[in-house]
């Protein structure tokens, strides 16, 4: 069995992180927690769970990412957000997805927590975006072999976005496995601002983002519940 490193980017996120560092370590995953400069007891939150390395970092969410890969030692890295829970089995899911030496890295499906109509038209959309694309989201639980990882030199500096940057060059490296099970996010950036409006926000910054033009200049319309 490979061995896997989690990072986790966090910014004021006490509440997730005691949810869900727990089951991290109990599947017996190195956990890197990275904060960006929480104000709400998030490094308290991540300190009180055995076994939880806490790093205090510096945001934006890609460099908070690349301090908590520097501190991981796993032969796989994956990088998740605090509102995200992963399937059941996902260091075992990871294992069986990078068996083929020629499979880079990956990402599972998404999955929302709230049981609505909305929510499940935006987990199917997402999905199949990724399927057609090749390109999943940071929510989405993306894992890279480590030496790839250092070779590529990680994410880079990037405000936002940085997922789908990385995900392209990773993509020149190897095969990007999508996994059917699913990674179930929280669904609280869309309720802060509407489905759709949401939704087309996200589409708009990465058709720009696709289109090679700076989306820097959407600064403005980054999502009101990033956090890390």
């Given amino acids: 069995m490979i061995s896997l490193s989690v990072v986790v980017p966090v910014l004021d996120e006490a509440r997730e992180l005691s949810a869900l560092l727990p089951d991290l370590v109990a599947a017996g995953a190195q956990v890197v927690v ?97 399927r057609l694309t090749g390109h999943p989201y940071g929510d989405q639980g993306i894992f890279v072999r480590r030496h790839l990882f250092t070779a590529m030199g990680g994410y880079a500096d990037l405000p936002f976005l940085e997922d789908l940057e990385f995900v392209m060059r990773l993509r020149k490296k190897g095969l990007v496995r999508l996994l059917p099970q699913a990674v179930r996010v929280s669904a609280r950036r869309w309720r802060a601002q509407g489905y759709l409006r949401t939704t087309w926000r996200n589409a708009v910054l990465a058709t720009w983002f696709y289109l090679g033009l700076d989306a820097s200049r959407f600064s403005h319309w980054r999502d009101p519940c990033h956090r890390g």
């Fill in 34 to 130: 990275v904060d960006g400069g929480s104000r709400d007891g998030s490094v308290a939150a991540a300190r009180a769970v055995a076994g939880v390395e806490v790093v205090e970092g510096r945001p934006p969410r890609s460099r908070q990412m690349n301090q908590g890969a520097a501190r991981a030692h796993g032969d796989v890295l994956m990088f998740l957000h605090a509102d995200a829970r992963p399937p059941a089995d996902f260091p075992g899911l990871i294992h069986e997805a990078l068996a083929r030496g020629h499979v880079a890295g990956g990402a599972f499906a998404l999955a929302l927590d709230e049981d609505c109509l909305p929510a499940r038209l935006v987990a199917a959309g997402a999905n199949l975006r990724t």
